[in-house]
């Protein structure tokens, strides 16, 4: 396993030395101005780059601004690559604990960002390593995007938060407390909200279990590639599933896996969010 470092970012040089990445990993058409990145980092955003000893390449980059969310100061997480070499090494965690301790140090406890709910490598990383959640779905969030993993499909999203603070959350980044096999799942009962068929999506259940699994593909990029059909057939079954459950405050809080690369989220009911208080009500 190749050894990194890990560089905040503080200038022009530094932010530059993304666009590189930005472009392989998406293309350039949506990629973020190094000078853009720069007045971010200025004001209170961050940017790292992970390096691998002897290569000047950068192996990685994080790229997040403040944000303000339900009133509340939070952090938003725009971007995180990993160059393809470099994936399944550990980087991705590294990055994404510098990103999480400079929002600790300026007293934020949420880090939040968008993913596509049918990337399972990114859904097993964001749920399963960092322990994040969501509980919002947004129908084609970006619009039609133009890049070589969003093109051709409604670019729905999932808003990720992630408690960087509580004792769950470094306890899955020490690598404790891990999720359990989706096998044991199956075999305590917990029934499927989406489970495919064959290739296919099935019919979306009904909800009111106290667990509940939603099944995506596990490569969909490869699947997108082979039968643009049926990969919009799974987004608008995996948006119908989603949409359903969260409209009945479940959560999607795990990700599990087989041991044959089945994969599926694991929803719970979350306690009701009081309404924020209207402050114009006499
Ligand atoms: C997202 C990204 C930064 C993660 O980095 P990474 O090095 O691939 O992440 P890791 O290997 O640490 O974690 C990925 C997890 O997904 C698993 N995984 C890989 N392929 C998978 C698949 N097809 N299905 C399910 N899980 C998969 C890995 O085994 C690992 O889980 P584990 O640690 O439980 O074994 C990187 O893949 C990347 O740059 N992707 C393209 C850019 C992107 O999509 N960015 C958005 C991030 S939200």
Same mark, same amino acid.
């Given at each position: 396993m190749p050894e990194f470092r890990v560089d905040v970012a503080h200038d022009i040089a530094a932010c530059a030395a993304t666009v590189a990445l930005q472009e392989e990993t998406w293309s350039g058409d949506v990629v973020v101005p190094p000078q853009l990145m720069l007045a971010v980092v200025h004001n209170g955003g961050f940017v790292a780059l992970g390096y691998a000893l002897e290569d000047p390449r950068p192996a990685g980059f994080v790229f997040g601004f403040l944000g303000i969310y339900d009133f509340h100061f #939070? *952090? *938003?997480? *725009?971007? !995180? $690559?990993? #160059?393809? &070499?470099? #994936?399944?090494?550990? !980087? $991705? %965690? &590294?990055? %994404?604990? $510098? &990103?999480r301790d400079h929002c600790l140090d300026q007293g934020i406890e949420v880090v939040g960002w968008t993913m596509d709910p049918l990337e399972a490598r990114n859904a097993r990383f964001n749920f399963g390593t960092l322990g994040a959640f969501t509980r919002t779905y947004h129908r084609d969030f970006y619009g039609a995007m133009p890049d070589r993993l969003n093109q051709g499909l409604p670019s729905d999203r999932i808003y990720v938060e992630w408690p960087i603070g509580h004792d769950r959350t470094y306890k899955r980044l020490r690598g404790e407390n891990t999720a359990a096999a989706l096998e044991d799942a199956e075999r305590e009962g917990v029934g499927y909200l989406l489970r495919a068929e064959g290739d296919h999506p099935g019919a979306v259940a009904q909800v009111g279990a106290s667990h509940l699994l939603l099944e995506i593909p596990q490569a969909f990029q490869d699947l997108k590639a082979r039968d643009a059909k049926l990969a919009l057939a799974w987004r608008i079954a995996a948006r119908a599933a989603f949409e359903r459950a969260f409209a009945e405050g479940y959560a999607a809080v795990e990700f599990l896996r087989s041991a044959n690369g089945r994969c599926a989220y694991l929803l719970v009911p979350q306690p009701r969010r009081e309404p924020p208080i209207d402050t114009d009500e006499q």
């Open positions: #939070r *952090h *938003h997480s *725009h971007m !995180l $690559a990993v #160059r393809e &070499q470099y #994936r399944g090494s550990g !980087l $991705a %965690k &590294q990055l %994404k604990e $510098a &990103q």
